[in-house]
């Protein structure tokens, strides 16, 4: 099965690399804790601000563990090491390479959340993580691997990737509905950015995190975030999924 | 069999690759010989499903050389002229991974591995991050790699490209015993005498179009088997002959040929008789004359 073989890799890569891919993952999130949640310390929807900063961290982390996981890797591979050869040339099929790629990278976004949540567990928040949490988180991951895919598809030089991080993360960063409620932000701007996965995201770990699921809507604003939101990552996940297979199939020069 | 039929490869404007049309039987080393830029890593390219072709296609055993065609890709194997692998990963790693892309049991890629590693002197190497390797032990490992898989087909991009003297004979020794096994090799080389040693045929490509394709034997024939080089001051010249008696006749009529042109010249110039080698049909054929000027 050519997706164990991805994933095999990817498990390689951890291993060796396991405290750099740590530490990258922890410092920004928890500088954010530090500086907004603790430094900072106010009220948000008449809670402790920090119970809505931990799930737009949790979200966040999981973005940037799983972009940064696939995009840099990829860009570098196809681009510069020019080792994605060696899988276009195997019999592997290349579907089960994307596949892989999605798994692998949501996993690590998924570590980079989980350590957030454990960092931040001895702290007496009363937020609800469970299952659900971990499948959005999951989710999330996914949908931001395969939006990896795509872009280091596009890239013409692996020095794009760092680009892409500056232009498209470091900014979802920081509007979607991480550090504060988008409800202040200017009309159609707001909608846009609700509409963005990790808006999405970011709204339904919040929203389990104070009811335990979905079914309870957590509701900022003129925004509820429930089952509706799930849909919205999967409509990402599989648009960005198709789109990495034509770029792997079709791609004339890869 | 491979077979290439009108393969066409544009970038922009660019032809890379001119509507070739090939066929590399099954068994047969086959060289791909031409200048930069002629096309030849691009065919190597197409052959791997890296580039698709703009127009024309590949097939391998009569079917469609294609991404989607896992049982074609199977058979293939490619050594690319890049170190294209993993340069983080160990020895041991670049090789596993290459089993598991092949579905290859984990038992055999231990045993394969050690066999391989072993035979190309890379075993106590075998825990190196790759990037520390040398250039010539990173080539052995391509080589490795390549013959992990027991490829049908072997695809050489340049493989000896940077190595010694020493180094390339081995390897040269190592592709001959491949060779003995029935595998179909198709190697691109800048390096006519690689070509001449180890191909039973040759083509020749150059700005993307294919030219004659014959064994190194013939080509030198249609030639002449025997060169000679005049060289004076300002140019060097080889003239070629179908017999060695041909050639000696020739020989002894340069120094009255060379005093017309000038009293000086004649004086500085000098002629000798050698075999005609695969790089002189190489020359005249792609066009580019040994000339010093």
Redesign the interface.
């Known amino acids: 099965m050519g997706i164990l073989a991805v994933l095999w890799e990817k498990w390689t890569e951890f291993k060796r690399d396991f405290y750099k891919i740590t530490v990258a993952a922890l410092v920004s999130p928890l500088l954010y804790l530090i500086v907004f949640g603790f430094g900072i310390q106010t009220t948000s929807h008449g809670e402790p601000y920090l119970n809505f900063l931990i799930p737009g961290i949790v979200s966040m982390a999981t973005m940037t563990g799983s972009f940064s996981a696939v995009a840099q890797n990829m860009s570098v591979q196809r681009l510069y090491e020019k080792a994605l050869d060696q899988v276009m040339i195997s019999p592997t099929p290349l579907w089960q390479f994307i596949v892989g790629q999605i798994i692998g990278g949501s996993l690590r976004g998924l570590y980079a959340g989980c350590m957030i949540l454990l960092l931040t567990s001895p702290i007496r928040t009363g937020l609800i993580f469970n299952g659900w949490t971990f499948l959005i988180m999951f989710l999330n991951g996914m949908v931001f691997s395969t939006f990896a895919l795509v872009l280091s598809f596009l890239a013409k030089s692996y020095t794009d990737a760092p680009r892409y991080n500056a232009y498209l993360i470091v900014p979802m960063s920081f509007l979607c509905n991480t550090f504060f409620s988008i409800d202040q932000m200017p009309g159609g701007f707001r909608q846009f950015i609700n509409a963005l996965p990790l808006s999405q995201a970011s709204g339904m770990i919040r929203a389990i995190s104070a009811n335990g699921s979905l079914d309870g809507l957590f509701v900022t604003g003129e925004y509820p975030y429930g089952w509706a939101g799930l849909l919205i990552l999967l409509a990402y996940l599989v648009v960005f999924s198709l789109l990495s297979f034509v770029f792997i199939y079709k791609k004339k020069n890869l | 069999m491979i077979e290439l039929k009108d393969l066409t490869k544009k ?1 922009g404007e660019q032809t890379a690759v001119d509507h070739v049309n090939l066929t590399i039987e099954t068994g047969e080393f086959f060289g791909l010989l031409g200048p930069n830029g002629a096309g030849k890593t691009t065919t190597i ?1 197409m052959l ?5 072709p ?1 127009a024309g296609e590949i097939l391998l055993d009569g079917k469609p050389l294609t ?2 065609a ?2 074609e ?2 058979k ?3 050594i ?1 002229q ?8 160990t020895v041991q ?1 670049v090789m ?3 089993g ?4 290859m049991k984990k038992a055999e890629i231990r045993e394969k591995t050690e066999q391989l590693l072993t035979f190309t002197d890379l075993i106590d190497h075998r825990k190196k991050t790759v990037r520390y390797l040398s250039g010539g032990m990173k080539r052995k490992l391509m080589v490795c ?1 390549g013959l992990m898989t027991d490829p049908d087909v072997l695809l050489l991009d340049e493989p000896t490209a940077g190595m010694d003297a020493i180094a390339r004979r081995q390897m040269w020794a190592l592709l001959r015993r491949i060779n003995n096994r029935k595998m179909t090799i198709i190697l691109t080389t800048h390096y006519m005498e690689e070509a001449e040693a180890l191909c039973d045929r040759v083509a020749l490509i150059n700005k993307g179009k294919l030219g004659e394709v014959d064994s190194p034997a013939a080509l030198i024939d249609a030639l002449g088997k025997y060169a000679v080089d005049l060289v004076t001051e300002d140019d060097t010249k080889s003239v070629y002959f179908k017999t060695r008696e041909e050639a000696i006749a020739y020989l002894e009529t340069i120094p009255s040929e060379a005093a017309a042109g000038s009293a000086d010249a004649a004086s500085k110039a000098h002629a000798s008789l050698r075999n005609t080698t695969l790089e002189d049909v190489f020359v005249e054929r792609i066009g580019r004359r040994l000339t010093v000027r």
């Open positions: 970038f390219s791997s499903t890296v580039l698709l703009t991404r989607r896992s049982a890709k199977r293939i194997s490619v690319t890049e170190f294209s692998m993993r340069q983080d990963m790693e596993e991974y290459q598991r892309l092949y579905y790699r």
